[in-house]
């Protein structure tokens, strides 16, 4: 059952921006559409062995909210202000609501974008915390990376990220696409695999050792005890809605945390799709942060693991007619598009154009489908109000495309359409999995809608939208620059990044 936040606040329905910055949740999970959208379903229904997409690749870049890249897109719900938080030891208050600014191609810093920030941005769904992610806890060192600069009140427009702007004119935009949950990077990519972070919540202790994951013996990190968790659920979730309210809730919901070894076995999807001989291939940098593949044990250490490749490589079997059905493509470092670390966004754009133009380009573009994500928040600022499913999440929405010839139709520039159904990252895992005739994993992807308000299996159209690269970035202008060859590959920020 999906909590909106605002349930404990007696509001109802809406989705207009109220005086503390935030709009209520998604109305509904079936079909929903925003003002660029259209009604009914189109022929989206999905039938395994019938409908004709036979590939899907999902792409999962790193840390924007939907509003940091399409606040001001036609038809999305997005704002070009926002409210703010005053606190002290003892909780928060509401303040001011602010003017956001036109945000630059390269962030000055990276922002924080842990559980309790998504927890304290989110802040019982007045979507107002983003300025103070510490919430009453006693202002850091680092307080800019928690808010307090306001450069993370800030949103790029058509001119900041041109061709995410002309994929949406075309295909599908995604305008109630939430992160699985309320960060950081580590546990959101279980999700992306999982439809489950094994209740972790944090990212990694250590950095310190070579290897990562399985491959490092020192690494844990922090999660919720699975039986505290479950048996407190309520509890915890009342926690988690009130986070501000005094100055102990931020640390009480805590008392139910552990830790685990950042080697462990949970189901994965590919382990369905290896059992039923559908082809499957992670593209992730080795010993990256969000290379999870790396965290799961049997995959490690067994066969599969011959599945889990550097990203350079999916272009590479795309061009030699060896793309499997299903591909996750994590880009490396220097096109993830976190901010700080001197991360162009206009680079990342244009990997992210790379890889689909090489599709666009193949025999696999007339039966594929795309799915472009950002792994967290990040901890920019967006105005929608998440539901609360589950002690883990959703968190705060996430830009998301849907590319393919399949997409519905609607009224945005290019017949494109803004889809208003709420989608998280297991909505992609049940999307494959009904797809292919596969069973869920988790709740999580029993429960997602499968992009049902994105397609339209009986009208395609096949035209290609080729882009061409942007030569205004600092660097990633030249195809050569995202080949395994290129010094600065995974150089440009931390790899931790």
Known sequence: MALGWASTRGDEGGASIGPSGGTSPATGSNGGTGAGGSSGNGGGTIVPGETPIEHVVFIVKENRTFNNYFATYPG?????EGGTIKCTQDGCHDGPVVQLTKG????????????????????????????????????????DLYGADMSNYSYLDR???????????????????????????????????AAQSNFIVDNKSTTDHEGNYCDDPTERATRFVPHEARQHEDQIMRLERTITENGSNVYDFADFWGSIRLCFDIPVLPDQLEQ??????????????????????????GPMWHHVLE????????????????????????????????????????????????IMRSEYWRSTAIVVVWDDFGGF?????????????????????????????????????VDGTTYEFSSVLAFIEQLFGLEPMTARDGQADPLSGAFDFEHPNFDKLVLPLRDDCPYGTSTSEFAASWPLLRTIGKPGD
């Open 76 to 80: 999305a719900v997005g704002a070009t």
């Open 104 to 143: 630059p191609d390269i962030y000055p810093h990276d922002l924080t974008h842990c559980f309790r920030c998504g927890l304290t941005a989110i802040n019982g769904g007045k979507m107002n915390g983003f300025n103070r992610m510490n919430g009453p806890v006693p202002e850091p060192e680092i307080a």
């Open 159 to 193: 001119d900041g990220v041109p061709n995410y702007w002309a994929y949406a004119d075309r295909f599908v935009l995604a305008d109630h696409f939430f992160t699985p949950m309320y960060g950081p990077t580590l546990p959101e990519h279980l999700y992306a695999v």
């Open 276 to 301: 039923e001989g559908i082809s499957w291939k992670y593209y992730a940098s080795e010993n990256s942060w969000m290379n999870v593949m790396q965290m799961i044990r049997h995959v490690r250490y």
């Open 311 to 358: 990203p350079w490589n999916f272009v590479r079997d795309v061009k030699q007619g060896e793309m499997p059905a299903v591909s996750w493509v994590i880009p490396p470092e220097s096109y993830n598009e976190h901010p700080g670390g001197g991360k162009s966004t206009c680079a990342g754009e244009n990997w992210t154009v790379h890889q689909v133009n090489t």
């Open 381 to 417: 600022y967006d105005p929608v109000e998440p539901p609360q499913y589950d002690v883990m999440g959703l968190g705060p929405r996430t830009p998301a495309l849907i590319i393919s010839p399949y997409t519905k139709r609607g009224s945005n520039p290019d017949g494109g359409m």
